[in-house]
Structures are given as structure tokens and as C-alpha cells.
Nanobody
Framework: QVQPVESGGGLVQPGGSLRLSCAAS????????MGWYRQAPGKQREWVGV???????SYADYVKGRFTISRDIVNNTWNLQMNALKPEDTAVYYC?????????WGQGTQVTVSS
């Protein structure tokens, strides 16, 4: 069973930065597709961005230019660097790993942007 685990959430002021990570035991970050999603209170879960198995990335318009997905081959994690954070970025952030024709969701990590 693949169990993604997110980390790195917290409270940050508007304009600040946070770096989230996603890891799953036994999953090779260089060989699988991973997506970031978020869900704000009272709203549906929405897509943030994705990294393919060859490293190409794509982002939702509302985070493009501020968020960057990368992968750390040494530590075998995917990362989401979030800059210029806005209050509307407040949400629980989830990673979703596509593996063996299935997808697996993490439990999420809370990001709160507030002064």
C-alpha cells in the first residue's frame, strides 16, 4: 500500500513563503507522476500543479509564477515551493501519487496565510 505523507505546512504572513514536501516509502520520484491539490474550508478540492515522470511541470493559473514543483532525488521527495503567498492560498494541501495504474492521496498538511 502506497501512503503519501505531506509535511511543511504552517502559518505564514501574506507575501511569505513555505515549502511543502511529499514522500512515499518505496516510490521513486523520478519514475512516477505526482500532483498537488488543495482544499479550502467550504470549497471543493482543486488542482494546484503536477510533475510528470520526466520532470515536466504544469500549474493552475492561480498559482503560476508563485509556486514551483520540484523533486529531490537524493531524499526521494517531491516539493512544492510556495512564494508570495496570499490569504486565499489558505487550505489543506494534498499530494496525489499515480502508481501502478492507481492513485494514492496523502492526509494533507495545513497552510494558513494570515497576518
Amino acid at each position: 500500500q502506497v501512503q503519501p505523507v505531506e509535511s511543511g505546512g504552517g502559518l505564514v504572513q501574506p507575501g511569505g513563503s513555505l515549502r511543502l514536501s511529499c514522500a512515499a516509502s518505496g516510490i521513486d520520484v523520478s519514475a512516477n507522476v505526482m500532483g498537488w491539490y488543495r482544499q479550502a474550508p467550504g470549497k471543493q478540492r482543486e488542482w494546484v500543479g503536477v510533475m510528470g515522470n520526466i520532470g515536466m511541470t504544469s500549474y493552475a493559473d492561480y498559482v503560476k509564477g508563485r509556486f514551483t514543483i520540484s523533486r529531490d532525488i537524493v531524499n526521494n521527495t517531491w516539493n512544492l515551493q510556495m512564494n508570495a503567498l496570499k490569504p486565499e492560498d489558505t487550505a489543506v494541501y494534498y499530494c496525489r501519487i499515480f502508481y501502478d495504474r492507481r492513485d494514492f492521496w496523502g492526509q494533507g498538511t495545513q497552510v494558513t496565510v494570515s497576518s
